[in-house]
């Protein structure tokens, strides 16, 4: 099967994230691909691919990223003429 430049790469980046992590059908819908054939692909992998994916730095794991807050000052809302005079 002849793939064009892209392909290969997207393949090989699938088989380097592992089966688990990728949905072959959202996979084969983004190479243009039948889905029986990217199953082959990655069942019976050809040596190609198998370099590429071993030759592909490792994706780092997302770090959590904390947002600087700052403290708001809480102002009471003055509320119009209150008669507290009257009270007992």
């Not at 990655?42 to 490792?58: E, F, H, Q, W, Y």
Request: hydrophobic share 45%.
């Amino acid at each position: 099967m002849a793939l064009n430049n892209r392909q290969p790469r997207r393949l090989a980046r699938a088989l380097k994230t592992g089966h688990c992590k990728n949905s072959v059908k959202s996979l084969a819908a983004e190479l243009c691909l039948d889905r029986a054939a990217v199953l082959d692909l990655l069942r019976d992998t050809p040596l190609n691919l198998v370099m590429m994916s071993a030759a592909l730095p490792d994706e780092p794991a997302p770090t959590l990223v904390m947002l600087e807050t700052l403290p708001i000052e809480i102002v009471p809302e003055e509320t119009g003429n209150v008669n507290v005079t009257g009270l007992r």
